[in-house]
Nanobody, 118 residues
Framework: QVQLVESGGGLVQAGGSLRLSCAAS??????MAWFRQAPGKEREFVARMNWSGINIVYADSVRGRFIISRENAKNTVYLQMNSLKPEDTAIYYCAAKLTTLPGEYNYWGQGTQVTVFS
């Protein structure tokens, strides 16, 4: 059974850092990504990378502050979030798909809350 389990969310002051983890089980994936959803807003893309680590893409809103990485041996992807802003407050979701091609994500985690206060 495929599972994505996020961890690492929490409460942090603006300017601080958090690292989110997403542990995948059940199989390997071609692409893993992070999305987020703030209260009253639609879910938005944050970052993605393919399993080789060659193709990494960030949303404009987080580029230069967030870093996505993976540890293949643990089948885990991370999101290092630096210089956090109150507008980064959201539920962060890990997502995965089997291919590296464009398309829908097949699997989603349960989400982890990130709250940034000023």
């Amino acid at each position: 059974q495929v599972q994505l389990v996020e961890s690492g969310g929490g409460l942090v002051q603006a300017g601080g850092s958090l690292r989110l983890s997403c542990a995948a089980s059940g199989r390997g994936f071609g692409t893993m990504a992070w999305f987020r959803q703030a209260p009253g807003k639609e879910r938005e893309f944050v970052a993605r990378m393919n399993w080789s680590g060659i193709n990494i893409v960030y949303a404009d809103s987080v580029r230069g502050r967030f870093i996505i990485s993976r540890e293949n041996a643990k089948n885990t992807v991370y999101l290092q979030m630096n210089s956090l802003k109150p507008e980064d407050t959201a539920i962060y979701y890990c997502a995965a798909k089997l291919t590296t091609l464009p398309g829908e994500y097949n699997y989603w985690g349960q989400g982890t809350q990130v709250t940034v206060f000023s």
